[in-house]
C-alpha cells in the first residue's frame, strides 16, 4: 500500500460514499453544540419533521453569550438569555450525549470542554459550527467548523457532503527557547504564510518542536490552523496524546482502552508520505509575538517596530496596512515595548486552559497590574479548569496582583457578553482575532501568549516576557 | 433553497483585502435564533457612524455617506465585486444570511475562505472566482461606468456585460452547480443514502465502540 498522510487516514476511514466527482459522504462521529450557530439548525430540523440521527454523538454546551460575573442574575441581555434558552429547549426536545448548561460546573468553552471531559478522541471527525473546531485536531482528529445549515445536516444525516482537501505539512525542527510558546509559534507561522496561506489545505503540524509540546499547547497551535485560513489543523498520536486521554469520562473505559490506544498507535503519517504543500520552521528562532494590526498576519516579534506602509512596494499591502495601523491608532516605526494598553484579556479557545493561566501567574506572581491598565481579566476556559486554578491558587495570585476573576466562557474573545471593548481601547489579548471590533466596535486587540500578556498588564506596555523571568 | 441560474444585476465594489465575517456581520447580531433579517447589518459598521445593536429601527440610524454601499450609484446591487480572501474568519453563516438578505445573488473575488464559500452555495448565493487580473479590470470598470450591470450565467459558467464586449468564464464545482441550478436541498439528497450511513454506522460503532 502507498503511504498515507495523517489526513489521507482520518479522511478515507470516514467516507460513507464517494461519487466520481470526489464529492464524498463523510461520517460525522462527534458533533459539539453551541447556542449561537444551532438555533436556526433545530428550527429546520423540527419544520422538515426529522430527528437527530444520533443523539450520542452531541455534546453541547452554551459559552458564547453567557456573562462572566453575577451568575446568581442569570443572563440580563435578553436576546442573548432567549439564545441560551433556545438551546436548552432543542437539548431537552431531542437529547445529547451530554449537555453542560449556563452554571453546570463542567460548562465552559465548547473547545476546552470537549477535550477536557474525553468527549474529542483520536481518529474522530468532530464538527461544530464554530471555526475554532480545528482546536480538537491535536488529537489526530479530523477536526472543522461547519455553517449552520452544515449543522442541520449533520444532525438530520449524521454526514456531510464535501471534497477532499489538499494537505499541507508544516514541520517545526529544533526547540523553542524559554519563554516562547505555542502561541508565539503559531502567529509566527500564521504571519510567514498569512491568513489565506493554508486555504483549502488540511494542516499537519509535526517536528521535533510540535513533539514536545503537550496537548494544551498543541490545541493552541491547532486552534489557529483557520487564522492560517486551514479548516483543520491536526498532530499525530504519541504518548502525549494517551497520556492526557487516559481516565477522562468520555474516554474508552478499561476494558476496550488497550483496543483503542492500539488504533490510535496508526493515527500519523507514514515515513515519506507525500504533502501537496510542505513548509519547514526553526523553533529556536522564534520570539515573543504581538500583532500589530487587523489580521492575525500582522504579526511581528517583541523586538521589533511597528511596519512603515512606505517600505510596502505591493500597492494592496500598503493601503491593507496604513489602513490597520490607521484602525489600531498607530504610528509607523514605533517599538513595539512602547505600545500602551488599557486592558488584558486572558482567556478563549486559544488561551484559557490549566497550564495557559499557569503560565500567565508565574509571571504574575507577586507583582501588581500597571495603574495605567483599566481592566485585566482571567476568563478561565471552563468550570472544571476554575476549579483547578482555584485548588493551585491561581485565583489568588491574579486577584492580588489587581486581576478580575472571571466565570468561564468566550467572554471578550468576540464580545457578544458584556465583556468588551470601548471605542479606541486597547488590549492585549490571548485569543485568536484581531480583526476590526471584534473585542467590541472601536477596540484595538493586539493577540498575545498568556505570559505576554501578563507581562503587558504589570507593566502597563507591551514588554519581552523573557526578561522577567 | 432558491435556485440560481441566470442572474443580471448591478456590481457594487469593495475594495478591501481579507474581509472577514465580523466585518460582514458584527457579533452582537449572532444573538437572532432566526435565519432571516440580517440585511440590515450587513457590514454594520463601516455603512454607520452609530454604533449598531440588536433592534434598532433602520430608518433611525446614521448612513456612513464614504461607505460604498451607501452610494446612490450602487443601490440595488445584487452582484459584489470583492478582493482576495473574502470572507475569512468565523464560521457563521449569519454572513451569507446577510448579504442575501440585503439583496445579493453573488459575489465576484480572487478568492474566499473555505467555510465562508461553502456556507454561500448552502444559501442560493453564488461565490464566482475569478483571475486577479480579470477582477482588477472589473473594478476599474465599475468604477468608470455608473450603472455597470453584469450578466451571471450558471449552466454556462459565464460572466458577461450586457454588451458582450466582456466575457469571463469561471470554474464550479458540478455537484455544487447541480445544486443550485436546482436549488435541491442537500439533506434529502444525503437521505436517499440512509441505508449506506446505517451500515457503515454500525460497523464503525461495532470495531471502535468507544465512539458511541
Known sequence: MSTRTLYDKLWESHIVREEGDGTALIYVDRHLVHEVTSPQAYEGLRLAGRKPWRVGSIVATADHNTPTTHW???????????????LDANIAAFGAKAYFPFRDRRQGIVHVIGPESGATLPGMTVVCGDSHTSTHGAFAALAFGIGTSEVEHVLATQCLLMKKSKSMLIRVDGTLPHGVTAKDLVLSIIGR??????????????????RALSMESRMTMCNMAIEAGARAGMVAVDDTTIDYLKGRPFAPPADTWQRAVERWRTLASDPGAKFDTTHVFDASTIRPQVTWGTSPEMVVSIEDRVPDPDRERNAERREGIARALEYMGLTPNVPVTDIRIDKVFIGSCTNSRIEDLREAAGVVRGRRVAGSVKLAMVVPGSGLVKAQAEAEGLDRTFRDAGFEWREPGCSM????????????????????????????????????????AAAAAIAGHFVDVRRLY | MQPFRVHTGLVAPLDRANVDTDAIIPKQFLKSIKRSGFGPNLFDAWRYTDRGEPGMDPATRRPNPDFVLNQARYRGASILLARQNFGCGSSREHAPWALADFGFRALIAPSYADIFFNNCFKNGLLPIVLAEREVDRLFADVAVFPGYTLTIDLERQSVATADGSLTYGFEVDPFRKRCLLNGWDDIGLTLQHADEIRTFEARRLHDQPWLA
Open chain 1, 72 to 86: 446568581d442574575e442569570g443572563i440580563r441581555d435578553p436576546i442573548s438569555r432567549t439564545q441560551v434558552e433556545t
Open chain 1, 413 to 452: 474573545c468576540l464580545a457578544m457578553n458584556d465583556d468588551r471593548l470601548e471605542p479606541g481601547e486597547r488590549c492585549a489579548s490571548t485569543s485568536n482575532r484581531n480583526f476590526e471590533g471584534r473585542q467590541g466596535a472601536g477596540g484595538r486587540t493586539h493577540l498575545v501568549s498568556p505570559s505576554m
Open chain 1, 193 to 210: 504564510i498569512g491568513t489565506a496561506g493554508g486555504t483549502g489545505h488540511a494542516i499537519e503540524f509535526a517536528g521535533e518542536a510540535v
